[in-house]
C-alpha cells in the first residue's frame, strides 16, 4: 500500500495550491460581500444587494468546493447555482436600467 494514495491531501487528487487558491477566492468573495451590503445599508439601491447575493453565493460555493473529492471539476450542482446567481445580477442589472425609461 501506497501510502500517498490514501492520505487526505494526495498531491495528485488535491493540489494545495489549488486548494489553498480556492480558499483564498471564496473569503475574498465573502469580503466584498460585506462590503456590497454595506454599500446597499447605506443607499438601498438593489443592484448592491444582488452583487452582495452573487458575492456570498459564489464565496460559499467555492467554500463548499473544498469538501469535494476533486474541487477543480465541480457538479452539476454548483454549476446551476453558480448561474442563478449571474442571473440574479443580470436581472437586478436589467431592472435598473428599465426603471429609469
Known amino acids: 500500500m501506497n501510502v500517498l494514495t490514501h492520505s487526505v491531501l494526495n498531491p495528485i487528487q488535491h493540489p494545495v495550491l489549488d486548494i489553498f487558491l480556492l ?33 456570498a453565493i459564489q464565496g460559499m460555493l467555492d467554500i ?12 452539476v450542482t454548483l454549476f446551476v447555482l453558480r448561474l442563478l446567481s449571474v442571473l440574479l445580477v443580470l436581472g437586478a442589472i436589467l431592472r435598473k436600467n428599465m426603471g429609469k425609461g
Open 23 to 55: 480558499g483564498f477566492i471564496g473569503s475574498c468573495s465573502l469580503c466584498a460581500a460585506i462590503f456590497f451590503l454595506r454599500f446597499w445599508r447605506d443607499t438601498r439601491d438593489r443592484l448592491f444587494l444582488a452583487f452582495a447575493a452573487f458575492f
Open 64 to 75: 463548499f468546493a473544498l469538501e469535494l473529492g476533486h474541487p477543480n471539476e465541480g457538479t
